[in-house]
């Protein structure tokens, strides 16, 4: 859990966002605060808006009007600051590139290469062994914790991660999240993710940030996600203890 002193103050502020396509409203006045230090779940149904949402947050698509700063400054001021997860990587299975060289390309000075030793190990993963096998050879677990260990080479503030447990198992999924956990406590990185597992995400988030074309609901999901939110985001037949797509 985020530490007694982050507790009031907000990293990431949203206010009035409106973002649409060729006249098409996708999110409509969206006004929320993530807290420093907290994992954050965006969640809703399919169609949402909640790749939309966190690409705007990122300054990767424009939106009509409203504001987002990240503690304090605009998207564009604070790059270095921010690591990206996307949920699909897709790699050519015969592409002839090692886990180390994927990582190097994120280096901008070579020497630097025991930064991806410690990143490796930081996520569970052994630098010597899996940093000389060829990207396309990994699991999708594995991979993950790659794409993981890429967004974090520059020690970010902020982790935005888009599905980070799509394609993988039960247990890989777990660790994931055990990981991310890790991250929030020892490095005090303030984590914001795309999530459908509803179930997985309330053990594990301090947040949520519920779509469905507007703004739902937000704030510590014991209070955040009642029945009642859960039908207006899945529907009337919502079962809380079915909820697996």
Known sequence: MPSPHHKHVHEISVEHLDVGYDGNVILSDLSFTIPKGSITAIIGPNGSGKSTLMKAMLGLIPFDKGKVTISGHSVKDTYGKIGYVPQRFDVDQSFPITVREFLEL???????????????????????????????????????RVLIARAIMTDPDILFLDEPATGIDVAGEQSIFELLEHLQNDHATTIVMISHEVNVIEKHVDNVICLNRGLVCSGPPAKALSNKVMKELYGDHYERHDHKH
Do not use: C, D, F, Y
Request: proline share 3%; no cysteine.
């Open 106 to 144: 994120a280096l901008k000075h070579k020497e630097h290469s025991e930064r991806i030793k410690e990143v490796l190990g930081e996520v569970g993963l052994n630098p010597i062994t899996v940093g000389r096998m060829q990207i396309g050879a990994l699991s999708g677990g594995q991979m993950q």
